[in-house]
Nanobody, 122 residues
Framework: EVQLQASGGGLVQAGGSLRLSCAAS????????IGWFRQAPGKEREGVSCITSDGSTYYADGVKGRFTISSDNAKNTVYLQMNSLKPDDTAVYYCAASRLIEAMVNLMPDYWGQGTLVTVSS
């Protein structure tokens, strides 16, 4: 059974930091790109960051320089370090896995995890 377990969300003040974790199981982790998406209330889900199987990383323009994605392949876990958080970063954050980066870009990954809520207060 494929599982993507996101954790690490919470309430933080603007300017603060959080680290999200996505623990994966049930598939060959090394063969997949892992991405983070978010969905704010009343808005569509959007891509935040992605790390491919060869370690390449991608970021949405709005988070570049503030968020860092990394992977611990020994633990089948991907992290999203979020610094200098803003109220606009408030959303439910989801991790997802995809064999093809194109599917990730099109918000059609092979697997979705459950979300973790990040709330940034002003």
């Amino acid at each position: 059974e494929v599982q993507l377990q996101a954790s690490g969300g919470g309430l933080v003040q603007a300017g603060g930091s959080l680290r999200l974790s996505c623990a994966a199981s049930g598939f060959t982790f090394d063969d997949y790109a892992i991405g983070w998406f978010r969905q704010a209330p009343g808005k569509e889900r959007e891509g935040v960051s992605c790390i491919t199987s060869d370690g390449s990383t991608y970021y949405a323009d709005g988070v570049k320089g503030r968020f860092t994605i990394s992977s611990d392949n020994a633990k089948n876990t991907v992290y999203l370090q979020m610094n200098s958080l803003k109220p606009d970063d408030t959303a439910v954050y989801y991790c997802a896995a995809s064999r093809l980066i194109e599917a990730m870009v099109n918000l059609m990954p092979d697997y979705w995890g459950q979300g973790t809520l990040v709330t940034v207060s002003s």
